[in-house]
């Protein structure tokens, strides 16, 4: 009678999210619970950083598209022609003419692309607890950031537009061949003197 309650027992099982567990094995029973319990863990981080993933691109496409359109309208209505206007009334040195025209595009079109930087910088940083910035520090580093890009894109721009007063005719082979320079030299310089502006490394520990 004994063995048959035994092997009755042996016989009885619980079913777990699909899995079949013996109850006279609670050692064992435990230990698939606990793997079963840290799959889920693994798939629901894994759910959570796709959701992530998924959140910064839609606002990344949203962005482009938003400055997209920003530039067809600066382009398509006598905006840009206003601005041009604005910056040769003041300056007849075309080079100022093409600093004035550059900062007030970039001003303009920072101030379009702002909520989305917020947005996905610093709302959805914090949301899925991948930055512990304050809002004074976010300020602090976009600031930085900005700034770098604007004065890098200013250089450029006044490249370009040297080019094209210079050599008319061939300005596009040109400013080609002083581009892929420039590449060049910026995926030297970057990592070297801006990136450890925003980053700080330190030696892997053995």
């Known amino acids: 009678l004994k063995l048959i309650n035994y092997r009755f027992s042996a016989t009885i099982s619980i079913r777990y999210k699909h899995v079949i567990l013996p109850l006279n094995s609670s050692g064992r029973r435990i230990q698939r619970q606990n793997d079963i319990q840290s799959g889920n863990a693994v798939k629901k981080t894994m759910d959570r950083g796709k959701e992530y993933q998924r959140k910064k691109h839609i606002v990344s496409l949203v962005s482009l598209a938003v400055m997209f359109a920003s530039l067809v309208f600066l382009i398509a209505t006598p905006l840009s022609i206003t601005i041009r206007e604005f910056a040769e009334s003041r300056f007849t040195n075309p080079w100022l003419v093409v600093a004035v ?20 910088g610093f709302h959805i940083e914090h949301a899925y ?78």
């Open 101 to 120: 025209y550059f900062f007030v595009v970039s001003l303009i079109l920072f101030l379009i692309d702002l909520p989305f930087t917020y947005y996905s």
């Open 129 to 206: 607890s991948l930055s512990n910035l304050s809002i004074r520090g976010w300020i602090r580093e976009t600031a930085k950031r900005q700034l770098i890009g604007f004065a890098f894109g200013f250089i450029l721009i006044e490249l370009l537009y040297a080019i094209i007063r210079n050599w008319p005719g061939t300005w596009w082979i040109i400013a080609w061949i002083a581009w892929a320079l420039v590449s060049i030299v910026l995926s030297k310089l970057w990592p070297v003197f801006v990136a450890p502006l925003f980053y700080r490394y330190e030696p892997l520990l053995n």
